[in-house]
């Protein structure tokens, strides 16, 4: 038996001995070792044993080293109580060899096996180790057919390649050495196989400084987040390194290209085709991104630089240059998934954008924004939510939007028009002074029809929450007849005119203090308390209280072929909510205005206000009195309605409650004297507008169930 055991072996970080030296020492040191291992085996040695209790370097620890030989049928193995790399350390490895050899040309191990903690890892180990020339080949086989495979020189160059290295190799790989890092890879559902090859040059001979080189190919790549907001297949990824140290860090080059595949990072829908070139610097303290430049459909030129603190990670300053965007490219794929995900189906761009971005010390600094005839369209709503209509758009706008942490700065832009549905918008200008967080704007008159829309004092702050605006509008007056012709309305005279001092807009909702009021039909319609949130999105919500007095029935009437009343009349909508624009709840009276003027009412009139009542609205001698006459005085008319749940709960004027349980709608006064009646107090809302809609379009008479 023979024993040889080493207290200690150090490598102290202070020391400046090249790493080529070192190896030549150990390489020495194991060569001699080895040496006298075969001198005593040719005496018949039956059992070697080798120990060393500790090896030391900056970067690695290595506690508890064994060698066991023995002859019979026993393999060799090598027992390490500890090993450290880093911050991480494994306890108990053990590597046996099925096949070994020993000879002045080296030593060698076929078919080993390594455990850690008494588990096997699922792979064998091969590996040729020559003392005197301090060369090194090994290999790593696994079960799949992946190889690693290393080469050492004996001089500087260390060569490690990975032939089908695949993701479940590499997760169960990790499940020996950290089964947290295994149980993360397993929660992605990692797919594909890497094939690589690196090239470690370290200092000596003819190369004075320590390089790396690194060629990497995956394919058929994936992965799936649990919440399904990250994922990938398909991914083919070629990736190209370079590096060099210097007496300041490393200097490194690089590129990758995507060349197929797609990906889902939330909000972003990416696919193939982007190919990233690189180069920089890296020390213990930063790292640099002095250049580098991304090839992408849609952009002519996209360049970035950076720089990295390491400790702690945080970026410190960055830039960015943009050039020849197309906004009909960009817009859909990297815009609104950012900004407006919710208006993906609706939302459309068109131009072109150059961009420049600059951070310095953490915060942003500069911002640069060039517009070239873009333009931006905004689909409307259908009934079911799907995208329909003109809805609105603007553009094609060119200008200019500098923006500066350190000084005050002035944006302009052209709008030569737009469209809101079947309205269109005249020519504007945009013109604003921006002051970090706040934007100030000229007047804007955007013109429409033979009037204006103007808004005055607008002023926009960014805040935690978001941007918060304010400002006053007023619209010019503009002709009824003019706008409900472009509508495709029924014709309205009358002018349309508003001052609303108090507008407010954050996040989402656009708030009127003030009151829109429009003159039409010789009264007026008045709404205040005006709310809306998320006007441009599928579930935009309005919440008013609507004002009307002294609307002529007898223009109203015509207007909208539902037979002739004369008088006014006066209307109060208390809580108005309309949901996609449509009405959801409200509480509505409708009465005569008061006041001394001609009341009269034609038996069309008459039959279509009795059917809002539901059936038999009218006594079987009134019917008969109905056949004679073509018109028939009244006393006062109203009509009550509180829309809940998709049904209007009717009634009449006040105090005109029957006995039977009718309401009166129609107060009849003078000769003939006529009551329109009703009976039905629950209407359904979608039915009672689809059947006054009939009335209106085709001046068929209504019927209520």
Known sequence: MATATCRRVCSRPEARTGRGARGKAAALFLGLALALLLALAAQAVERIQLSIADIRTPALRVQGVQFHFATGSVPPELRIAGLALGDRS??????????????????????????IAGRRLPLSVDFRFDPFEATLEAGLAFASGSHVRLRYDGESLLEVSLVRFSAEDLTEFAAMLSPSIAAELSRHALEGVVDAQLAWQLPGG???????????RLSDGGFAAPDGLQAAEGLHVAVDLSARASPAGWDWQGRAAWEKGEAYLHPLYLQAGPVLNAEGTIDDERAVLRMATIEIEGVSQLAFSA????????LQDFALSLAGGDLAILGPRWITPVLAPALAERLRFAGHVGAGIEIKDGHLATLDLVFDE????????GPSGEAGGRGLAFGPL???????????????????GGHWEALSLGAFEVEALLDGGHAAFEPIRIQLLDGALVLEGLALEREAAGWRGQGDVVVEPLSMALLTEALGWPGMSGILSASLPGMRVNS???????????????????????????????ASHLRADIQARHLDLAQLTDTFSFGSITGYVDADVHGLELVRWRPAAFDMRLASSPGSYRRRISQRAVQNIGALGGGGAMAALQRGVLGVFDTFGYRELGLHCVLAGGVCIMDGVEGGE???????????????????????????WNELVGRIQRVIEDNVAPELH
Request: hydrophobic share 40%; glycine share 14%; net charge positive.
């Open 90 to 115: 494994w306890r108990d490895l053990r590597l046996s060899c099925s096949r070994t050899s020993v000879a002045l040309e080296g030593l060698g191990c076929q078919r080993g096996e390594l455990r």
């Open 206 to 216: 003819a190369h004075p400084h320590e390089s790396l080189r690194l060629e990497a």
């Open 307 to 314: 720089g990295i603190a390491r400790q702690p990670l945080a």
């Open 374 to 381: 873009a333009g931006v369209s905004l689909a409307g709503v």
């Open 398 to 416: 060119s200008g200019h939007l500098p923006w500066s942490a350190a000084a005050p700065t002035r944006a302009r832009f052209q709008v030569q």
């Open 508 to 538: 989402g909702e656009i708030a009127l203090d003030g009151a829109l009021v429009v003159s039409v039909f010789d009264g007026y319609l008045q709404a205040t308390g005006l709310r809306v949130s998320e006007p441009f999105g599928v």
């Open 658 to 684: 029957r006995a039977d349980g009718g309401f009166r709608i129609v107060r009849g006064g003078g000769i003939p004297a006529l009551d329109v009646i009703g009976y039905n107090r629950r209407v359904d």
